[in-house]
């Protein structure tokens, strides 16, 4: 049977890639006016969008505020047309509670929630084109949209998926090599420090191998942290009032 | 009836060439900011393994021993002596507030007032004590970013082109017809319907536009700009104030005489 051949004996992946390579990123900031903050990324061919609302007060229940610190509220949404097949995805099912709890866990441990107790923080995100890697760029794109509302957040949180072919671990994976069922690992760091804000596998892989996956992961996580920190940057002083006091 | 009708256009960037020369320190969350810890730590800020490490993206602002980062857009977080502009939307029900207050503010009204007391969690306490402050009757409110909105000693203008402006802290902006009679402040608590004349409310509808102009620029709003703007604007009609070339051409010239006017 003609299998598709992830990795080929030259060290090439299926778009060409190199094991360690990542894809393309773009990255916008303030796309949208009407939010406190928000941002758009691509990855070689997944597109997220993200808005955040807050730090404000708590809406619904006051019985929900926390007193000495803000409650993270992320919801996680996937467009219809963001797969290969039109896929009606209502809101609350499973997928997208877990996502949504995922980036919350993640992003409570990068934002300094207690400098503002008693508040909610929202995080929105969708994504409009899904093809591998999704949970990296949402974070990616969380991560910008919350720099952009002037959030305080510890460090940077930068995401990345890897996965192991043929004894060699590969970074960023996009959906064709999701697809083929091997074992996949989605990190997320913070990469001042090095700590892990969230690390999810849910698939066999030997231990012996572990090491090298995280590896190949944490490097990629740092490679998007240095694009994320040149589109912030340039943000930051294109942005810069230019007649202050 | 003539339309007018725009398709969406890539923004341009912001153009550097008529800023300031002092460069400054613009730092992104995870940034060391110094690592001498004689610095007391401010707002976008923190302190971890005897570094000062910054939390926002932004610019670092140095005030003798104190450090903080100036993010590029925040919620507004409340001062003591901020003027703030804001509508009731809910009150407090309690036997007094029902006989003292009820009569004089009600819930939807405009008010402006000042900040009396933060608290810890971040909330803020108003008062309304002087006839300065209280309900606001006719004009116009515009929303712009809390950190556009330049720190002065008063925040109640009389521009001389015809209105008044109270441009509080928060972001929210009120502009009026100037009272013609000096003891009757916007404020108290009666509302002034009387009808506003045509020329007064061009007025207002322009300075209107000037202050959206200024802030879509990121040019810091206080009376002196937003008079300049009022000025520049003033060969062009009111409706043709928001197009692109003619916000930047206004603009030009208000930076231009802002220069002129600290150099």
């Known amino acids: 049977m003609a299998g598709l051949e992830l990795l080929s004996d030259q060290g090439y992946r299926v778009d060409g890639r190199r094991a360690g390579e990542l894809r393309k990123i773009q990255a916008r900031m303030g796309v949208f006016a009407q939010a406190d903050g928000s941002a758009y990324i691509e990855q070689g061919n997944t597109k997220a969008l993200a808005v955040v609302y807050g730090p404000h007060e708590i809406r619904g229940s006051r019985a929900r505020a926390l007193p000495d610190r803000a409650l993270v509220n992320c919801q996680y949404s996937s467009a219809t047309f963001s797969t290969g097949e039109r896929k009606r995805r209502p809101h609350g099912d499973r997928k997208s509670c877990e996502m949504g709890l995922q980036l919350r866990q993640t992003f409570e441990a990068a934002i300094l929630t207690q400098l503002h107790p008693r508040s909610q923080i929202d995080i929105y995100v969708q994504v409009l084109q899904a093809d591998g890697g999704t949970y990296a760029a949402c974070v990616n794109a969380a991560t910008l949209a919350v720099l952009d509302a002037g959030v305080p957040m510890r460090d940077f949180v930068c995401a990345c998926s890897a996965g192991f072919v043929d004894s060699t671990a590969l970074a960023d994976l996009s959906h064709v090599e999701e697809a083929a069922g091997g074992p996949q690992l989605a990190l997320a760091l913070l990469p001042a420090s090095g700590q892990i804000a969230l690390l999810e596998m849910d698939a066999r892989l030997h231990e012996d191998h572990l090491e090298s996956v995280l590896e190949a992961a944490a490097r990629a996580a740092r490679d998007v942290h240095t694009l994320l920190d040149r589109v912030v940057r340039q943000h930051v002083r294109e942005a810069s009032v230019l007649l202050g006091d | ?263």
């Open chain 2, 1 to 263: 009836m003539a339309m007018e009708m725009r398709l969406p256009v890539a923004r341009k960037p912001l153009s550097e060439s008529v800023g300031r020369d002092t460069k400054k320190h613009l730092v992104v969350p995870g940034d060391t900011i110094t690592t001498d810890t004689g610095f007391m730590r401010g707002h976008g800020t923190y302190m971890g393994e005897e570094k000062l490490i910054a939390s926002v993206a932004g610019s670092v602002e140095r005030v003798n021993k104190l450090i903080c980062v100036k993010a590029l857009k925040t919620r507004y977080n409340g001062e003591v002596g901020d003027i703030v502009v804001g509508r009731i939307t809910e009150r407090r029900r309690s036997a007094e507030d029902e006989l003292a207050m009820r009569g004089f503010l009600q819930e939807v009204d405009l008010i402006s007032a000042e900040v009396q007391a933060v608290f810890s969690d971040g909330a803020v306490s108003l008062h309304t004590r002087s006839l300065k402050y209280g309900k606001l009757g006719q004009g116009v409110l515009v929303q712009v970013s809390p950190s556009l909105v330049k720190r002065q000693k008063t925040h109640f203008h009389d521009l001389p082109c015809g209105a008044s402006v109270i441009l509080g802290n928060n972001g929210f902006i009120w502009i009026y017809p100037t009272p013609e009679h000096k003891e009757e402040d916007a404020g108290g608590f009666t509302a002034n319907l009387e009808p506003v004349s045509l020329a007064d409310r061009e007025v207002i509808s322009r300075l209107r536009n000037c202050i959206v102009l200024l802030v879509t620029q990121r040019v810091m709003l206080y009376d002196t700009s937003i008079l300049y703007c009022y000025e520049a604007s003033l060969p062009h009609q009111i409706k043709d104030l928001l197009k692109p070339e003619i916000m930047e051409e206004v603009v030009m010239e208000t930076r231009q005489r802002l220069l002129e006017q600290e150099g």
